[in-house]
């Protein structure tokens, strides 16, 4: 399975679970705002990490919360692939990615 399926598979699940049941009813223009809360809930899953490190829930609590963040890239992913916002393989796209940052400089765009 590649992350295109398992995005497939997540994301039917987040319309089972009416997570998605907003967007069927919303104007083509309407998109990016429930788009933008997608994203402000990843950055919540993000925000979770950190309590967990910062509150020391253990290293079963950050892994859980570190596949939160997964689930709900991955779900946004395929919610956009299928409205056509966009179009590119996520798993291609990773994997490419993958190889232009084993070719970029020690902390390249960082300060040291």
């Known amino acids: 399975m590649n992350i295109d399926d398992l995005a497939e598979s997540i994301h039917k699940t987040a319309v089972e679970?009416?997570?998605w049941e907003p967007m069927e009813r919303m104007e083509k223009?309407?998109?990016?705002?429930f788009y933008c809360k997608q994203?402000?809930?990843?950055?919540?899953e993000a925000t979770e990490v950190l309590e967990a490190l910062r509150k020391d829930k253990g290293q079963d609590k950050v892994v859980e919360e570190l596949a939160d963040i997964?689930?709900?890239v991955l779900d946004l992913y395929e919610g956009m692939r299928l409205e056509d916002d966009v179009t590119h393989s996520l798993h291609y796209t990773l994997l490419k990615k993958i190889n232009i940052n084993k070719d970029r400089p020690e902390l390249h765009g960082t300060r040291g």
């Open 29 to 33: 223009q309407d998109n990016f705002i």
């Open 39 to 44: 994203i402000a809930m990843i950055h919540s």
């Open 17 to 19: 679970k009416k997570f």
């Open 70 to 72: 997964l689930i709900r």
